[in-house]
């Protein structure tokens, strides 16, 4: 019963079936096989971006690291959320393959950054100081790192004023599948129709071995990401073992229907534990992450159980006698007997 992350499940048959069939014979390197062109097809059509350059990498580091490069210049400034990955979680990958620029963090609950307090944030830092740098983007992550969502009128607001204030809208989708799931909208509205630029597009969390695409819709900022990639040490020489896995998760909805089941399952967890006696859910569960807060007995009786998860934050010092406070994250590969097991034990 592990509820670590969805980063400690499996990959889907369908997505082993597809790197099977992808290693029969020789093809050509680096991305010049029909393979990619075909995934890359596909996204396009998928997000009914046709002009969108599209780029495979192995990691969500690597995406997001590169799409913020296109964007900002060492002596930019890139707002985000307070609890973003690209601030808490990537030891430093976007300031060093933008070549220094600062990440300018932005509180909010929920994970979410409200309009006024991105506006706040933009007076407070200035613009086009020869001192202080210059603002050049926002990213948003969506869904966030506390598993809620940013819906289409809240995302359209944000992007709206980072166009006022001249900046470039970056999206940071590791679990976009999740958000995309939730609010049941076309991928094109969650995106580029809402304002965004370049998408980091997870699918290693739901469901793949190991890749991320990054999508940039404004043509324009594409020129060079090729020439990033390679210099960073991220372009895939064997890159049709990338492709044949985002071709075979988007086949027929499997990475929609991945990422239902998980947020399902992550509300069904969720239901179960808020009738249990002193615990509380901590934040509204819109997508496959549930936080809670539980009696630390509780927490004792899980770990004997051998029910795995994360103290959040990490920093606790889990004394005894106190509460603690969880996250429990459900993946594709979660099952209804996963859920039951652990309530059960926990009850």
């Given at each position: 019963?592990?509820?670590?992350?969805?980063?400690?499940?499996?990959?889907?048959?369908?997505?082993?079936?597809a790197?099977?069939?992808?290693?029969?014979?020789?093809?050509?390197?680096?991305?010049?096989?029909?393979?990619?062109?075909?995934a890359?097809?596909?996204?396009?059509?998928?997000?009914?971006?046709?002009?969108?350059?599209?780029?495979?990498?192995?990691?969500?580091?690597?995406?997001?690291?590169?799409?913020?490069?296109?964007?900002?210049?060492?002596?930019?400034?890139?707002?985000?959320?307070?609890?973003?990955?690209?601030?808490?979680?990537?030891?430093?990958?976007?300031?060093?393959?933008?070549?220094?620029?600062?990440?300018?963090?932005?509180?909010?609950?929920?994970?979410?950054?409200?309009?006024?307090?991105?506006?706040?944030?933009?007076?407070?830092?200035g613009?086009?100081?020869?001192?202080?740098?210059?603002?050049?983007?926002?990213?948003?992550?969506?869904?966030?790192?506390?598993?809620?969502?940013?819906?289409l009128?809240?995302?359209?607001?944000?992007?709206?004023?980072?166009?006022?204030?001249?900046?470039?809208?970056h999206?940071?989708?590791?679990?976009?599948?999740?958000?995309?799931?939730?609010?049941?909208?076309?991928?094109a509205?969650?995106?580029?129709?809402?304002?965004?630029?370049?998408?980091?597009?997870?699918?290693?969390?739901?469901?793949?071995?190991?890749?991320?695409?990054?999508?940039?819709?404004?043509?324009?900022?594409?020129?060079?990401?090729?020439?990033?990639?390679?210099?960073?040490?991220?372009?895939?020489?064997?890159h049709?073992?990338?492709?044949?896995?985002?071709?075979?998760?988007?086949?027929?909805?499997l990475?929609?229907?991945?990422?239902a089941?998980?947020?399902?399952?992550?509300?069904?967890?969720?239901?179960?534990?808020s009738r249990?006696?002193?615990?509380?859910?901590?934040?509204?569960?819109?997508?496959?992450?549930?936080?809670?807060?539980?009696?630390?007995?509780?927490?004792?009786?899980?770990q004997?159980?051998?029910?795995?998860?994360?103290?959040?934050?990490?920093?606790?010092?889990?004394?005894?006698?106190?509460?603690v406070?969880?996250?429990?994250?459900?993946?594709?590969?979660?099952?209804?007997?996963?859920?039951?097991?652990?309530?059960?034990?926990?009850?």
């Amino acid at each position: 019963m592990n509820f670590a992350s969805d980063n400690a499940g499996g990959v889907h048959p369908r997505i082993l079936a597809a790197l099977g069939a992808a290693n029969a014979g020789h093809v050509p390197a680096y991305g010049g096989d029909r393979i990619t062109r075909a995934a890359q097809d596909r996204l396009r059509e998928t997000f009914d971006a046709p002009d969108a350059a599209v780029h495979f990498v192995a990691s969500g580091t690597a995406a997001n690291a590169l799409a913020l490069s296109l964007a900002a210049p060492g002596w930019g400034k890139i707002f985000c959320h307070a609890d973003a990955h690209i601030h808490t979680s990537e030891s430093g990958a976007p300031e060093f393959l933008t070549g220094g620029a600062k990440l300018v963090p932005i509180p909010g609950a929920g994970g979410r950054i409200a309009p006024e307090d991105l506006i706040a944030a933009l007076e407070a830092n200035g613009r086009d100081s020869v001192h202080a740098g210059r603002n050049v983007a926002l990213s948003l992550t969506n869904a966030t790192e506390w598993g809620t969502v940013y819906d289409l009128d809240e995302l359209a607001a944000l992007t709206a004023i980072a166009r006022d204030h001249g900046l470039i809208c970056h999206m940071d989708g590791a679990r976009f599948a999740n958000a995309l799931a939730a609010l049941d909208v076309a991928p094109a509205d969650l995106t580029h129709g809402a304002g965004i630029d370049i998408l980091s597009l997870g699918a290693t969390k739901n469901g793949c071995m190991g890749v991320e695409a990054v999508m940039i819709f404004d043509p324009a900022l594409a020129e060079d990401f090729e020439f990033r990639r390679k210099r960073a040490g991220a372009l895939v020489s064997k890159h049709r073992y990338l492709s044949a896995q985002m071709l075979a998760w988007l086949e027929g909805d499997l990475w929609l229907q991945m990422a239902a089941h998980a947020n399902a399952m992550a509300h069904d967890l969720a239901l179960g534990l808020s009738r249990l006696p002193h615990v509380r859910i901590d934040q509204r569960v819109q997508t496959n992450a549930v936080f809670a807060t539980i009696p630390h007995d509780l927490h004792v009786r899980a770990q004997a159980a051998g029910i795995v998860y994360h103290p959040w934050p990490h920093s606790q010092r889990l004394d005894e006698g106190e509460p603690v406070s969880i996250r429990m994250v459900c993946g594709w590969d979660t099952t209804p007997e996963d859920v039951g097991a652990t309530l059960e034990a926990l009850a």
